[in-house]
């Protein structure tokens, strides 16, 4: 077995085994999950026989009949011996001195402790290769470019060599698998959701990024960065996916850190701990970046309204909650009116279609539903319009004699209404709106665009971008943003 059962792989070795002429097959240590169809996917515990080791990033190999590109560092390898290429299987040496699970941390430990290293070296070469050179181009980058490619990145960088300090001081180096990391984790938790801000911006980052590299003279400025820094040869594009996939890939590493950690050694609660916290700062960059896109699908919503008055949606509210259909009836007018609804958190606002063109939209008012009470109607007479009503609601203002009774056309519409209702309350406690807002009943007219343009947007299409340069062969460019909870974790 090659690589001494340490965790990930040594890629000269492999090359020079499979140049010899030799099979070699590798062990997956953690799942992969593709990104594009030109990626191999696999499981822990899969067994995978490397066709190419020639790149010691990125391997091309072979299960069964699927082929494709791996990251090295999620396996390791060993010769097959004569007679053994046919194996299902592959007896693994974890090597003399230690119980099997023992060894296996051992081999967990040193892998997280050599990605942090290397991850480190990424992230300065990005600031001082990169970022500190571009700031000497004042005729070719504005600081605001330099803000939305690299984000956040200096931040980061310097959270993370305290974060590796703190993994060095409880890092055994004679006993790896003594070693007490997990607290660690536990005690930078809140420190990992500055990757929110960075993840958040990345698409934006792309589209800059994507625009500048139509003009040679940045594709030739990145590359002689690149050049002087003596970075290892992948893009700018890639070096900067690498923050968004090492958030992801800490919860993996910690789960398997948890695998082989016994119940009874000393770090097993704060590895627990460390990761559900970790677990959690990924929710919560999902969660945050969820909450973005929908603060730009409202943004533009909002400036495809005709005849919008007061001020904008997104002053108090950040999800749209339900939106649909009904007729509404307030005192005194005589008859109801159909009205296009749409409920978000702490107000909802209604509009008129034109009568024309069915997909445009007049603004006609809102309501604040944090001073509104929502009554279900039985069918029948309404006593307080004196009117025949079927599948009705009313919203009622507790302090005044105020109500609007809404009708819809079915009873399943009616209850659908009734539960958006209910889930914008819960919503809107868990988020209350960061100001009270000015009385609907004396709105200022507003410019429409431009006072959207305080709010932050993301691309409507994301650009194709090459996530990892390989010299040979080529690798098909994939799409970026699918789901972050999916990307391929961090290449070691």
């Not at 990104?35 to 072979?62: C, H, P, S, Y």
């Amino acid at each position: 077995m090659e690589c001494g059962g340490c965790g990930g792989v040594d890629g000269g070795g492999a090359f020079q085994l499979i140049s010899d002429g030799s099979v070699v097959y590798a062990e997956a240590l953690w799942d992969h999950v593709t990104m594009d169809d030109q990626e191999l996917g696999f499981k822990a515990g899969d067994v995978i026989e490397v066709v190419d080791a020639t790149n010691k990033e990125w391997w091309w190999g072979r299960i069964l009949e699927s082929q494709g590109w791996f990251p090295a560092s999620f396996v390791r390898y060993e010769e097959a011996r004569p007679g053994e290429e046919e194996r299902a299987g592959l007896a693994l040496n974890l090597g003399p001195g230690l119980p099997c699970k023992e060894q296996m941390r051992t081999n967990v430990i040193n892998e997280i402790m050599s990605t942090e290293r290397d991850y480190i070296k990424h992230l300065k070469d990005i600031c001082e290769g990169y970022i500190k050179q571009c700031r000497k181009r004042t005729d070719m980058f504005t600081e605001e470019q330099l803000r939305t490619i690299f984000g956040n990145i200096e931040d980061i960088y310097r959270f993370q060599r305290k974060f590796l300090k703190g993994l060095e001081k409880r890092f055994n180096k004679d006993k790896p698998h003594l070693s007490e990391i997990g607290g660690c984790f536990l005690e930078h938790q809140t420190d990992f959701q500055i990757y929110s801000e960075y993840c958040n911006n990345h698409p934006n980052a792309c589209l800059q990024l994507s625009r500048l590299m139509k003009l040679n003279k940045y594709v030739f400025f990145f590359e002689a960065c690149r050049l002087l820094q003596r970075m290892i040869d992948i893009s700018l594009d890639g070096f900067l996916l690498t923050p968004v996939q090492k958030i992801c890939k800490y919860p993996l590493q910690l789960a398997e850190l948890l695998k082989y950690t016994n119940p009874q050694h000393r770090d097993y609660k704060d590895v627990e701990a460390a990761l559900n916290a970790m677990k959690n700062v990924a929710r919560l960059i999902n969660e945050r970046k969820r909450r973005l896109e929908n603060i730009d699908k409202i943004a533009q919503w909002q400036s495809s309204i005709e005849d919008w008055e007061g001020e904008d949606v997104l002053s108090k509210s950040s999800d749209l909650i339900y939106s649909g259909e009904m007729s509404k009836l307030s005192q005194p007018q005589a008859k109801s009116q159909q009205r296009m609804f749409f409920l978000f958190d702490h107000q909802m606002v209604f509009c008129k279609k034109d009568l024309l063109r069915r997909d445009m939209l007049y603004y006609k008012g809102r309501v604040d539903m944090d001073q509104m009470e929502v009554v279900d109607v039985e069918d029948g007479r309404e006593k307080d319009f004196n009117v025949s009503v079927k599948n009705a609601l009313k919203l009622r203002w507790p302090a005044s004699d105020r109500v609007h009774l809404l009708s819809a056309k079915k009873p399943e519409q009616k209850q659908r209404w009734l539960r958006a209702f209910a889930d914008e309350r819960r919503q809107a406690s868990l988020s209350p709106r960061s100001r009270r807002s000015k009385p609907c009943s004396t709105p200022a007219k507003a410019t429409r665009l431009g006072s959207l343009k305080k709010h932050p947007s993301l691309p409507s299409a994301l650009p194709q971008q090459q996530v990892f340069m390989l010299a040979e062969p080529k690798r098909k460019t994939s799409t970026f943003w699918h789901n972050i909870g999916r990307l391929t974790p961090f290449k070691k």
